[in-house]
Structures are given as C-alpha cells and as structure tokens.
C-alpha cells in the first residue's frame, strides 16, 4: 500500500524556517517524482515545487523561489520541502503527492498526482 506522510509543520515567527519531511511508503521512492502543494484558508491549493524521478531535476514556483527548496533521499525515501525566510501568507496546510509517471512540466498541477499525503500546518506569525 502507497503511504506518504508529511510532518514537520508548526507556529514559527516571520522571517524563520521550518523543514517539511514526506516520508514514502509501499513503493521504490525514486522511481516516483514527489510534488508539494499548500492550501491556505479559504483559497484553492497551489504546487508549490516539485522533484522529478530519476534525475532528480527540481522546479519550485516563482512565489517561493529563493525561500523554499525541495530535495529527496532515497536511502530515506524521504522528501523534503525547506522553508526560510517564512511570511505570513505562507500559513498553509502543506501536502506532499507522488506520481510514478509525473512529468517536470504539469508537476504544479495536482491533477498528475496519484498518491497524497494527510497536511502538515504551518502557520507563520507576523
């Protein structure tokens, strides 16, 4: 059974960090590209970055470009989405997905995910 569970979230101030993990189950993690998506009160959820399998190449939308990096290992089967330089509007419930056959291209789409993990909160105070 595919299982993906993201933890990591919290109260933090502005201008702080917090490291998301996603950890894989029930399937080879680098086999699957893994994407990270948030959903803040009362607005639609939006990619937020995304790692292909394979090679591994990154593509992190440009409201959180220069803040947020995402990264994997595959010893761990773990992803990880790193957060510096908080805002308060990056107060979300985060999600990480997965998708064997995810393509770098359509990554910000939740449409191409086939597998989701429950949220983690992160709340950024001003």
């Known amino acids: 059974e595919v299982q993906l569970q993201a933890s990591g979230g919290g109260l933090v101030q502005a201008g702080g960090s917090l490291t998301l993990s996603c950890v894989a189950s029930?399937?080879?993690?680098?086999?699957?590209?893994i994407g990270w998506f948030r959903q803040a009160p009362g607005k639609e959820r939006e990619g937020i970055a995304c790692?292909?399998?394979?090679?591994?190449?990154?593509y992190v939308v440009d409201s959180v470009k220069g803040r947020f990096t995402i990264s994997s290992d595959g010893a761990k089967n773990t992803a990880y989405l790193q957060m510096t330089s908080l805002k308060p509007e990056d107060t979300a419930v985060y999600y990480c997905?997965?998708?064997?056959?995810?393509?770098?291209?359509?990554?910000?789409?939740?449409?191409?995910?086939?597998?989701w993990g429950q949220g983690t909160e992160v709340t950024v105070s001003s």
């Open positions: 997905a997965a998708d064997r056959w995810l393509i770098l291209q359509r990554c910000m789409s939740g449409d191409e995910y086939s597998y």
């Open positions: 029930g399937f080879t993690f680098d086999a699957y590209g």
């Open positions: 790692i292909s399998r394979g090679d591994h190449t990154t």
